[in-house]
Each structure stands twice: as structure tokens, then as C-alpha cells.
């Protein structure tokens, strides 16, 4: 009698995974690590036209996406996320929260509408894409959450004071959420970047760059599949006893810095 081959640890066939701010950057390295893993991607941002562009690319190279628009500032396009991804796929199983608005701006020159447009986007559309999310996992028996935050949270930088602030909140609610949603088998975790080449690095002048690869202990940036080989971690049956943990993934700049 032979003995079934078991399972690999990172293996996510079958799986359906939600990537929001999906369309270039972290978020789309992450989907395609994903997708390589073997799940189906959602490719997720603002803009039709941009989530059909990276799906197709996606298709092309063999892998399994879609692409469909999201707005998580509107809370009516989430609902219509959740309604979307119940009808076509039965429901959801990973989720990884990754779109953002990064306001570079002092705290003296955060003005309360980008107070208001940062929080609906960085935390509250984050809460609620997670809340949907939840719904979606429930009958399947369990899910993933991973939201990216940021070292920021950790050691905050001038010109980041609000950007700090709610990525600091968002560790706090992927905490709460591991809490109350563990016993319905869905697993909540962060994953807390460092400097990585986006366009948010690309707003750092050359000399600033060079000052933070010089503090970093392995010498270099992060490139986005770094992050996403921490995302799949967190989303694979291999993390399965982790849940309300904040992964950071920085080279070592943050214990540089202490």
C-alpha cells in the first residue's frame, strides 16, 4: 500500500487570494508569488483597466488571475468585492490587504482632509475588507489575512507622522482580529516592510537612499517578491499555528537602528 504524498507546506492550489493595490509594486510581486504557489489571484486597485493589464500579463505567463476594481475608500465597492468573489469563487481564502496612501507631509502640514482620505484608505478600508473578508471564510472553514503595515510603525521618520500612526493602528487590528476570528479557523498576521524599491522609496533623494542600504545590515533595498515570499509564509498551511504575529522584513535595518 502505497503512502500519499503529503501536502508541501507552501502549497496554495485551489486557494483564492485577494490582493488589493495589486496593479504594481509590493502588491503585485505578491500576487505573483502567490499565483506561482498555485493559487487563483485577484488582481485589485482602483482602476479596471490597470487590474485587466496585470491579470493578462499574468495569464500570459501560465498562472491563474483575474482582474477586478476595488476602491477600499468606498465601502460600497467592498460590499460589492465580498458579493463578487461569493458568486464567482463560493468565497474566499486569503486576503492580503496592501493598497495604501502614502502622505509624505509633516504633521503640521496634514491637513484634516488627508487626515480623513489617509484613515478611510490605510485603516478603515482595511478593517472592513477584512470584516467582508471574514464573512467569505467562515463556510469554508477558516482563511488568511496578511495586512502590510510597515517598520514605520516601529521607528517612525519625519514626513511619515501620519502614515506612522496608522500603520501602528493596523498592527493593533490584525491583533484584534487574530483574537476574535482564530476560532473559526481564519489566521491574522502583518508583515512589516522596510525600505523597498517603489515609489515611495523613489521619493527619497539618492543621498537618503544610499545613507539607509549603508545602515542595513545586508547591504542592499528590498525588492517586492521579498516581501511577497513573507506574504506566502503567512498564507501557506506551513504557518499554520501562527496567527496575531507581525513579521518584519527589513534586513535588519530596525536592530541596526536601536
Same mark, same amino acid.
Given at each position: 500500500?502505497?503512502?500519499?504524498? *503529503?501536502?508541501? *507546506? +507552501? ?13 504594481? @509594486? ?11 504557489? @498555485? ?18 500579463? +499574468?495569464?500570459?505567463? %501560465?498562472?491563474?488571475?483575474? @482582474? ?27 486576503? =492580503? ?5 502614502? *502622505? ?7 491637513? *484634516? ?5 489617509? =484613515?478611510? =484608505?490605510?485603516?478603515? %478600508? ?16 477558516? %482563511? ?18 501620519? !502614515? ?17 476570528? @482564530?476560532? +473559526? ?8 516592510? %522596510? ?8 521619493? !527619497? ?35 499554520? +499555528? ?17
Amino acid at each position: 500500500m502505497s503512502t500519499p504524498t *503529503p501536502r508541501h *507546506p +507552501f502549497d496554495l492550489t485551489g486557494q483564492v487570494a485577494l490582493v488589493t493595490g495589486s496593479t504594481m @509594486g509590493i502588491g503585485e510581486a505578491t500576487a505573483r508569488v502567490l499565483a506561482q504557489a @498555485g493559487a487563483h489571484v485577484v488582481i485589485s486597485s482602483r482602476k479596471p483597466e490597470d487590474c485587466e493589464r496585470v491579470a493578462s500579463a +499574468f495569464r500570459a505567463e %501560465g498562472l491563474s488571475a483575474e @482582474g477586478r476594481a476595488c476602491h477600499i475608500g468606498r465601502l460600497e465597492d467592498i460590499a460589492a468585492m465580498g458579493e463578487h468573489l461569493q458568486a464567482t469563487h463560493g468565497g474566499l481564502d486569503i486576503l =492580503v490587504n496592501n493598497a495604501v496612501l502614502s *502622505p509624505l507631509r509633516s504633521i503640521d502640514d496634514t491637513e *484634516p482632509g488627508l487626515f480623513t482620505k489617509a =484613515v478611510e =484608505v490605510n485603516l478603515r %478600508g482595511y478593517w472592513y475588507l477584512s470584516l467582508e473578508a471574514t464573512k467569505r471564510m467562515k463556510p469554508r472553514g477558516g %482563511g488568511r489575512i496578511v495586512n502590510i503595515a510597515s517598520i514605520a510603525a516601529l521607528h517612525p521618520d519625519r514626513n511619515l507622522g501620519l !502614515y506612522s500612526t496608522l500603520k501602528t493602528a493596523l498592527i493593533g487590528m490584525s491583533r484584534s482580529f487574530a483574537l476574535e476570528y @482564530g476560532a +473559526f479557523g481564519i489566521r491574522v498576521n502583518t508583515v512589516m516592510p %522596510g525600505l523597498i524599491k517603489t515609489k515611495l522609496a523613489d521619493a !527619497y533623494d539618492p543621498e537618503q537612499q544610499a545613507r539607509t542600504i549603508a545602515r542595513t545590515p545586508v547591504g542592499r533595498l528590498g525588492e517586492g517578491e521579498d516581501i511577497g515570499h513573507a506574504v506566502l509564509y503567512l498564507s501557506s498551511p506551513g504557518a499554520a +499555528f501562527v496567527t496575531g504575529a507581525s513579521l518584519v522584513v527589513d534586513g535588519g535595518l530596525t536592530i541596526a537602528s536601536l
